[in-house]
């Protein structure tokens, strides 16, 4: 099983959906978690982090379950510029390093 | 300018040449890692090193090795470059371990 395991999509969805992203874990002692955008042959960059409360950020609202050890990205009212791919990244191991996904790709049409 | 860079971006080689590929970053963070990503499998760790005198190995370090010449420096070598090899690699920093990573614009190595 891999330790941080996503629906690799694609995701195509109009403008102006809402789409939700869903990601689980392996670790239950993983500490940090974080949703990262990577567009096209870029580096990734963090998108937000996910606090264990739930966090929002504009349109993009990012929910955890450490109980069910999964993390969830939700972005409302999708833009055209959305459209990359999502990574989940997880904070665990003894070295606490963090772990990928391996990505959810969107697209957004116009 | 840039907080983390990488050298060379692209670079195309031949089976059994020695390459090395050249990070700097100037965020002062002491923990830099090297990741190398292939369509459809996420990132994964090579090397990182949380100091310049503390250096590991990754989950895929057979192949690669490292050297930290500074804090602000960080090098990930091929000694003898395999096809399997071709990817794009990523250079990250980091200043704390719960602290996000700040990815470097990646190079892309073909190995022909």
């Known amino acids: 099983r891999k330790e941080v395991e996503q629906d690799p999509g694609p995701f195509n969805v109009p403008e102006g959906a809402t789409v939700a992203f869903n990601c689980t874990y392996s670790?239950?002692?993983?500490?940090?978690f974080f949703w990262y955008r990577q567009d096209c042959r870029k580096e990734p960059k963090l998108l937000m982090s996910?606090?264990?409360s739930g966090n929002e950020d504009g349109r993009f609202t990012a929910q955890l379950n450490r109980a069910s050890q999964y993390i969830s990205l939700l972005i409302r009212d999708s833009k055209l510029s959305d459209s990359a791919t999502y990574l989940c990244?997880?904070?665990?191991?003894?070295?606490?390093?963090?772990?990928f996904g391996s990505g959810t790709q969107l697209t957004v049409l116009p | 300018d840039a907080d983390v860079t990488q050298t060379p971006r692209n670079r195309i080689t031949k089976t059994g040449k020695r390459i090395m590929l050249e990070c700097s970053q100037t965020?002062?963070?002491?923990?830099m890692y090297w990741y190398r990503q292939d369509p459809g499998l996420g990132l994964q760790l090579i090397y990182y090193?949380?100091?310049?005198?503390?250096?590991n190995k990754g989950e895929i370090s057979d192949g690669y090795s490292v050297s930290r010449q500074a804090q602000a420096k960080f090098s990930l070598s091929l000694e003898s470059a395999i096809p399997n090899q071709t990817a794009l690699y990523f250079c990250?920093?980091?200043?704390?371990?719960?602290?996000?990573?700040?990815f470097g614009p990646g190079t892309r190595l073909l190995v022909l």
């Open positions: 996910v606090y264990s």
């Open positions: 670790n239950s002692a993983s500490q940090s």
């Open positions: 965020k002062g963070h002491d923990r």
């Open positions: 090193s949380f100091d310049v005198k503390d250096i």
């Open positions: 990250a920093t980091q200043n704390d371990p719960k602290g996000t990573q700040y």
């Open positions: 990244v997880v904070n665990a191991g003894s070295a606490r390093q963090l772990t």
